[in-house]
């Protein structure tokens, strides 16, 4: 291992970054993770002086640390290969790893480069779609809970309350927000939106409800904003207070139908 690390060391500039490990070598990339984590990246020795550059599945790994990984593994599988393709490399989902085969020792920096820009890419994009499915799925859980309250519990009296999906609201900027549930009862209307413990969504509600705000002051309507998060204790406390600047309350998902119960 000597010897090839030795040949590793002489053609990666990051040298000092290369680490031996069991009968490979490993480096610690430019590359991050979504949290900061390093991308690494190994070299496996081949014949004739070539060597495999690989992720060895960590990405997959980090994934599946994080739990984000699509419940079809066929997905994974599909959104890998199109990162490999992007980098011109190659995912094995034997090991679920992004790879460059029979790479010469001069060529080892520049395929390091490709592997792990590919696996960033594609565990940022895992990320990506897990945080909006979570939004997504938070907001569908949002609008039935709150049909199925009122059926049980305002009985089906259409004249005494009103749920809608996808109200649309003008802003002060003019721009039409879409509200994912509000309910109209007793001349009330409540706005019910889900955030998901993700900046992207918490900054959106922020938006949303300080535009909607402004404009229902100078136009008089009146609404009442809740934020309905999946646990206020998984947020971090300066997003928790973002959404209760906007909001006239945060409450768990949990806690819907108790709030709902308030309001009959």
Not at 92 to 111: G, H, T, W
Not at 192 to 212: C, Q
């Amino acid at each position: 291992m000597n010897k090839h690390l030795n040949m590793i060391k002489e053609n990666i500039a990051s040298a000092q970054a290369v680490e031996p490990i069991a009968n490979n070598a490993v480096l610690a990339s430019h590359c991050l993770y979504d949290g900061g984590v390093q991308v690494n990246v190994y070299f496996f020795p081949e014949e004739k002086g070539l060597f495999t550059v690989s992720d060895n599945g960590h990405g997959y790994t980090y994934l599946a640390e994080l739990n984000c990984l699509p419940q079809a593994q066929g997905l994974a599988n599909g959104s890998a290969i199109e990162a490999a393709k992007r980098y011109s490399v190659v995912f094995d989902p034997k090991d679920y790893a992004f790879k460059i085969r029979a790479v010469s020792a001069e060529n080892l920096f520049a395929a390091s480069l490709f592997v792990s820009n590919a696996s960033q890419y594609w565990v940022k994009r895992i990320i990506t779609k897990h945080k909006r499915h979570g939004h997504e799925n938070l907001n569908a859980a949002i609008y039935e809970t709150t049909l199925h309250f009122f059926d049980t519990h305002a009985g089906k009296q259409s004249n005494k309350y009103q749920v809608t999906k996808n109200l649309e609201l003008s802003g002060e900027s003019s721009k039409i927000h879409k509200i994912h549930t509000a309910i109209t009862i007793k001349g009330q209307r409540i706005l019910l939106e889900g955030v998901s413990n993700d900046a992207a969504s918490v900054n959106a509600t922020f938006v949303k409800y300080h535009d909607i705000a402004q404009h229902t002051r100078s136009s008089g309507d009146k609404y009442q904003k809740l934020a309905i998060v999946g646990s206020k204790k998984n947020f971090k406390a300066e997003n928790i207070n973002l959404l209760r600047a906007v909001s006239d309350l945060v409450i768990d998902s949990k806690d819907q139908e108790a709030y709902l119960k308030t309001c009959l």
